[in-house]
């Protein structure tokens, strides 16, 4: 076999392998980033989007539904029991007008606070937890994800693609020795 001939079986010999190695490499390393990439980033992202979401929701909803809880609280059970108090105290007196303010001021302003209190603190809570939660687990899990994706892609790609470059590397020099 002339030397020309020799480096030409060498050049295609080459070119089918690193054909067939790149092609099983980026598969196989594809595959292996992918879910590798998807589990190390959908675990630390909850784990920070939810620890993140939950401090800061808890925290505003905490606030925003004290403070409105007691001021709609306070009024209407300013006004209830002043009403309530009025009415029974110029009946029966001082003891009576107190026990009746009480109970209806206590119930309506329980009742109003509750309900102003809680619709302020879900919307102030789920804001914030959503906006918290959600920088912090897109960020923590694409930091994890492309470590272990990247790891796992390039060791399932430089192996598969070893092995299929060797193969079709062998397989053409014996079909061209041949």
């Known amino acids: 076999m002339l030397a020309s001939e020799a480096d030409a079986d060498v050049k295609a010999g080459t070119e089918a392998g690193t054909e067939a190695g790149t092609e099983a490499g980026t598969e196989a390393g594809t595959e292996a980033g992918t879910e590798a990439g998807t589990e190390a980033g959908t675990e630390a992202g909850t784990e ?18 004290t403070e409105a809880g007691t001021e709609a609280g ?29 109970e209806a001021g206590t119930e309506a302003g329980t009742e109003a606070g509750t309900e102003a209190g809680t619709e302020a603190g879900t919307e102030a809570g789920t804001e914030a937890g959503t906006e918290a939660g959600t920088e912090a687990g897109t960020e923590a899990g694409t930091e994890a994800g492309t470590e272990a994706g990247t790891e796992a892609g390039t060791e399932a790609g430089t192996e598969a693609g070893t092995e299929a470059g060797t193969e079709a590397g062998v397989e053409y020099d014996a079909e061209a020795g041949a």
């Open 48 to 65: 920070a989007g939810t620890e993140a979401g939950t401090e800061a929701g808890t925290e505003a909803g905490t606030e925003a539904g």
């Open 74 to 102: 306070t009024e209407a059970g300013t006004e209830a029991g002043t009403e309530a108090g009025t009415e029974a105290g110029t009946e029966a007196g001082t003891e009576a007008g107190t026990e009746a303010g009480t």
